[in-house]
């Protein structure tokens, strides 16, 4: 009972503290006074009473600052905590989080659940942070390791055979061995250069710098048809003027990455990719009829890959738009809208 009380009072806002602390002791002050005074007047009526106001005086004052001081120390006490927390956040500590215990009042109560959410949130955002750029350097090294594979398979094997025909054509007997020997050299170096283009384009297509992102797109969907069991197609509309370069490079990635999921998850039989350019903006979509995903999965962020993540970063930064469409057993869309500057880029 006596605890509850207790609470209650120390629940009580900071205002009604000092009111009720400061009416008390003019409450008592004024009690006290009166008992006081009548009992001197009646047992020394001969004497002046005066002094006895600078007595009251005196002590009311000192009373009531000393009780304020208490009860506002007390009531602040909350703060101080907050403070403390603060500092030792400013000062690199990351656990941190605000207890105020039960003397605090209501409202110091939700500053401090506010301050505790958003420390909370603060350290999911750069635990996120910090997955995030681990799965970067992930995939960094990964893309360097398919590509020295692909240097070392393919364009080093083409020259170390090239280097085989060499010293068999320096050994060759007569000239119509010697012109057998060249013939191949020929055809060897043909294809190592092919095998070097090829990595060299698939890194970045000198068509996208030459001729444009509708032409580059164009290309990509012809490889696509070549090397995989799928129907590929585009369409491109209103892209006679060329987009700024920045932009080119943006879109282009992103149906790369979206073309690459399509091979790799949607067990799709066809993909559309679809180019339209409005004067205004630009619209990308790369649409499949394969197996489809869950889109709220891509929220928690977890287990995924960087690919759909990288897509938003990219537009996000040329100002454009991304809509991921997707549902189970229903295809997946990908649509990327970005500003199309008048003044040509
Ligand atoms: N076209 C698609 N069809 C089906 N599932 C897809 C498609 N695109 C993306 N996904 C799903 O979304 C996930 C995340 O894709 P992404 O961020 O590109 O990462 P990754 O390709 O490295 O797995 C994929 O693992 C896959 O489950
Ligand atoms: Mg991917």
Redesign the pocket.
């Known amino acids: 009972m006596i605890t509850q009380i207790r609470r209650r009072l120390l629940h009580t806002p900071l205002f009604y503290k000092i009111l009720w602390a400061n009416i008390t002791i003019v409450a008592l002050g004024a009690i006290a006074g009166t008992i006081v005074t009548v009992w001197h007047v009646t047992t020394f009526p001969e004497q002046a009473h005066y002094p006895l106001i600078a007595v009251f005086a005196g002590a009311g004052v000192l009373i009531s600052v000393l009780v304020n001081q208490w009860v506002l120390r007390k009531a602040l006490e909350p703060l101080d905590r907050l403070q403390t927390a603060v500092e030792a956040i400013r000062s690199g500590s990351r656990n941190v989080r605000v207890e105020l215990g039960d003397n605090s009042d209501e409202r110091f109560d939700r500053l401090a659940e506010a301050f505790n959410q958003m420390l909370e949130q603060i350290e999911q955002d750069s635990q996120r942070l910090r997955q995030l750029s681990r799965q970067i350097l992930q ?1 960094q090294e990964e893309e360097r390791r398919r590509l020295a594979h692909e240097l070392h398979d393919e364009a080093a094997q083409s020259l170390t055979s090239l280097l085989v025909h060499i010293r068999l054509l320096e050994r060759a007997q007569n000239p119509a061995e010697a012109q057998r020997h060249i013939q191949e050299l020929r055809e060897l170096t043909a294809r190592a250069l092919e095998d070097v283009r090829r990595v060299a384009l698939d890194l970045l297509p000198k068509i996208l710098d030459d001729l444009g992102l509708a032409a580059a797109l164009e290309w990509r969907v012809d490889e696509l048809n070549k090397a995989h069991g799928l129907q590929a197609s585009i369409t491109v509309q209103g892209m006679e003027r060329r987009l700024p370069r920045e932009t080119e490079l943006v879109l282009y990635r992103i149906a790369q ?2 073309l ?3 091979c ?5 039989t066809k993909v559309t990719v679809l180019l339209h350019g409005d004067g205004q903006r630009c619209i990308l979509q ?1 649409v ?1 009829d ?4 869950d889109t709220s ?2 929220a928690d962020g977890n287990g ?8 938003r970063e990219r537009i996000a930064m040329i100002g454009g738009s991304l809509e ?1 469409t ?1 549902k189970p057993g229903a ?2 869309q ?1 649509k990327a809208q970005a500003p199309w500057p008048q003044t040509e880029g």
């Open positions: 995939a990455e979206a690459s999921n399509v790799r998850h949607a067990q799709a790369v499949d394969g197996v489809g995903f999965r891509l995924h890959g960087l690919g759909l993540v990288g897509m991921i997707s295809g997946t990908i």
